[in-house]
Every structure is written in structure tokens, then in C-alpha cells.
């Protein structure tokens, strides 16, 4: 089982950064995929950007590529997500995911992203 815990959200202005972090804890760590999904209220979750487990690559959303990048610690049981160029439409809650076919599914509480115009 893992648990995990968000941090790093806030309010910031259209153009702005932010860095999200997502500590994890639990075994095999370095075998689940790390996923940030997002959600505005009233509307389904949505995938933002993930990393395969064990070395494996990374996918983003189309209308985050190229400004957010997702990175992970294996050894710190960490991922981050950089948040450059943030854009109102970028407000929402963002999670963090781990995924793994054997070992289960697991979500964060949730951080909140509020991005100004």
C-alpha cells in the first residue's frame, strides 16, 4: 500500500510558477507509475502528466505540454510537478496517483491551484 500527501499549491498570477510535490510512503515505490490528475468541481478528473514506474517515460496532457514537467526521487519516495507559464484555465485541485497493475491504485488528498487572469 502507498499513501500520499500534496503540498505546494496556492494562488498565483497568469504567467506564474509553482511547484507541486507529492510525498510518498509504502513499499515499491519505484514500481508504480506517478500521475498528477487534476479536477475542477463539477467536472471528471483529468490526467496532466504521469511517470512509468521503473525507468519508464513520460506522458502529458496535450494543453500542459511544453510548460509543466513531471519528475520523480526514487530514493526520497518523491515527484514533483513544475508549473511554468500557468494559465486560469490551469485552476483546479491537482492529485497525485500511484498506479501499479498488482500492487492497487492510490490517491492524495489534493492540493488547490488558483491562477488569477
Known amino acids: 500500500q502507498v499513501q500520499l500527501v500534496e503540498s505546494g499549491g496556492g494562488l498565483v498570477q497568469n504567467g506564474g510558477s509553482l511547484r507541486l510535490s507529492c510525498a510518498a510512503s509504502?513499499?515499491?515505490?519505484?514500481?508504480?507509475?506517478m500521475n498528477w490528475f487534476r479536477q475542477v468541481q463539477g467536472k471528471d478528473r483529468e490526467f496532466v502528466a504521469g511517470?512509468?514506474?521503473?525507468?519508464?517515460?513520460?506522458s502529458y496532457q496535450d494543453s500542459v505540454r511544453g510548460r509543466f514537467t513531471i519528475s520523480r526521487d526514487n530514493e526520497k519516495k518523491m515527484v514533483w510537478l513544475q508549473m511554468n507559464n500557468l494559465k486560469p484555465e490551469d485552476t483546479a485541485d491537482y492529485y497525485c496517483?500511484?498506479?501499479?497493475?498488482?500492487?492497487?491504485?492510490?490517491w492524495g488528498p489534493g492540493t488547490r491551484v488558483t491562477v488569477s487572469s
Open positions: 509504502g513499499r515499491s515505490f519505484v514500481a508504480y507509475a
Open positions: 496517483n500511484a498506479d501499479h497493475s498488482l500492487f492497487g491504485n492510490y
Open positions: 511517470l512509468m514506474g521503473n525507468g519508464g517515460g513520460s
